[in-house]
């Protein structure tokens, strides 16, 4: 399968202690996205990486959350000090970002994050 | 800022029923449009898009055309299946800058034998 992968599908943290996430995108895909999806929404934009640079962040994402990209492949996201309204489940998606009015974002499965 | 807006949900139905999920926008550009699929424990999948004005998508037996003159990009199905049961989300997607999706709030469709 050469989907976008997530790890790990599930984390159960408490309130203070830092979490990190990992996204896998599809290979050669060179635009990665981060969102955030909590129970009866629909996703909202985090940031996105174009390569290995981050281009753009939403005020969502507070000084506590930071992503990175080494080398433009697998992307991290990291919450320092968690709180109990970063309970949610983590969407990574990645796309080609060549041809922008057809580009199609692929999803992986979530991380689902709950923060007792 | 871009928004959509999608008929509330839940929306139950019997199988082989016609089916209907509105879905408004509201884009500062020319977007491109499209309906991801949640269904039970899996992730978001695409289901459809459309990239320009009176292009319709269409996948699995679901269309949906890309009405720009009133911002709509309406879902439907002809005859819906148990299998459908699932939460349909529609989204919009600029092509400048970061080309981020804006998803609506998401619409959980259960189908009845």
């Known amino acids: 399968d050469t989907g976008v992968s997530q790890n790990p599908r599930h984390k159960i943290t408490k309130r203070g202690q830092n979490v990190t996430f990992r996204c896998d995108p599809i290979?050669?895909?060179?635009?990665l996205y981060w969102y955030r999806q909590t129970l009866g929404q629909g996703p909202e934009f985090l940031t996105y990486?174009?390569?290995?640079?981050?281009?753009?962040k939403s005020r969502l994402l507070s000084d506590r959350f930071s992503a990175e990209r080494p080398k433009g492949s697998f992307s991290t996201l990291e919450i320092q000090r968690t709180e109990q309204g970063d309970s949610a489940m983590y969407l990574c998606?990645?796309?080609?970002?060549?041809?922008?009015?057809?580009?199609?974002?692929?999803f992986g499965p979530g991380t689902r994050l709950t923060v007792l | 800022g871009d928004s959509v807006t999608q008929m509330e949900g839940p929306v139950t139905l019997s199988e082989e029923a016609f089916l209907t999920i509105n879905c408004t926008y509201t884009?500062?550009?020319?977007?491109?449009l499209f309906w991801y699929v949640q269904y039970p424990g899996e992730g978001l999948q695409l289901l459809l898009k459309?990239?320009?004005?009176?292009d319709k998508g269409s996948n699995k037996g679901f269309e949906a055309t890309y009405r720009k003159e009133t911002t709509s990009f309406h879902l439907e199905k002809g005859s819906v299946q148990v299998s459908d049961s699932a939460v349909y989300f529609c989204?919009?997607?600029?092509?400048?800058?970061?080309?981020?999706?804006?998803f609506g709030q998401g619409t959980r469709l259960t189908i009845n034998p």
């Open positions: 998606a990645s796309s080609l970002g060549t041809q922008p009015r057809t580009d199609t974002q692929y």
């Open positions: 290979s050669e895909h060179n635009r």
């Open positions: 990486f174009q390569n290995e640079a981050q281009l753009e």
């Open positions: 884009a500062t550009g020319y977007p491109s």
């Open positions: 459309a990239t320009k004005a009176d």
């Open positions: 989204a919009l997607r600029n092509v400048w800058g970061a080309q981020k999706l804006v």
